[in-house]
């Protein structure tokens, strides 16, 4: 769920552990076969939860040998690595674009929060498997908070700058305001598209309303001026 950082923005670590991948294959067709097993891993991990899945059941989805998967990956932990670095860059952008000139603040937020529900309902299922794999693997939710940490320190600064322009409640402490409206919209999204599948409390609900109230939120806590 990415979007352009700012200039003096941090670079958002990886949540993949980058030490277990090798290099790329250094033909065409290599790098065909490894995306076609990326591809049939993330289905079948998606499937069946990363405790269940065996490797077996990777080569069946992508119809190939377990040769030719030991070609490209030492095991489940380095192909789920893998998949994790080929789609990360969509699965979480960096937070609120930085406010400037006459850049309406509340507009910016709404994009940005309907930027981040739209990449998480793609990659709803994948959203759930990282929530199991934190579960249960620690140096896995370590890499995951440390990549949080970065967009929630991305959009304090954001946060920040708004203070110093006037624009928002200068009495806020940035970090922890970001911290909480950050977990805010991540906390539902999970409970949105994860658990509930499209339902809040029972009920269906559009993405539009989501979108809403939590700008809305965002708004009201950072106390903005809006636009009539």
């Known amino acids: 769920m990415e979007r352009p950082a700012n200039a003096d923005s941090e670079a958002a670590p990886s949540m993949a ?15 065909r076969t490894r995306t076609a097993l990326i591809d049939a891993g993330r289905k079948v991990f998606e499937r069946l939860g990363y405790l269940d899945t065996r490797l ?13 998967f030991y ?18 860059e969509d699965m979480m952008h960096p937070g609120m674009e930085h406010v400037v000139g006459e850049d309406d603040p509340a507009s910016i937020i709404e994009a940005s929060n ?15 498997l990282l929530e199991q794999v934190a579960n249960i693997d620690p140096e ?9 940490d970065a967009f929630i320190r991305r959009n304090a600064r954001s946060i920040a700058s708004l203070q110093r322009r006037g624009l928002a409640d200068p009495d806020l402490d940035p970090m922890l305001a970001s911290r909480a409206l950050s977990g805010m919209v991540s906390r539902l999204a999970f409970a949105y598209f994860v658990i509930g599948d499209g ?3 029972g009920e269906p ?24």
């Not at 552990?17 to 790098?31: F, I, N």
Request: hydrophobic share 40%; with cysteine; charged share 25%.
């Open 17 to 31: 552990r980058t030490s277990l991948l090798r290099e790329l294959p250094a033909t065409p067709r290599g790098l």
């Open 56 to 68: 077996v059941d990777i080569t069946q989805e992508a119809n190939c040998s377990s040769g030719t």
């Open 114 to 128: 309907r930027a981040y529900f739209e990449a998480y309902k793609r990659n709803a299922k994948l959203m759930g």
């Open 199 to 201: 339902h809040v409390d």
């Open 140 to 148: 896995f939710s370590k890499l995951r908070q440390l990549r949080s």
């Open 205 to 228: 609900k559009p993405v539009d309303d989501l979108v809403y109230t939590v700008t809305r939120l965002w708004v009201n806590a950072l106390r903005l001026p809006t636009k009539p």
């Open 71 to 88: 070609t490209y990956f030492a095991g489940k932990e380095e192909i789920f690595a893998a998949i994790l670095e080929h789609a990360q």
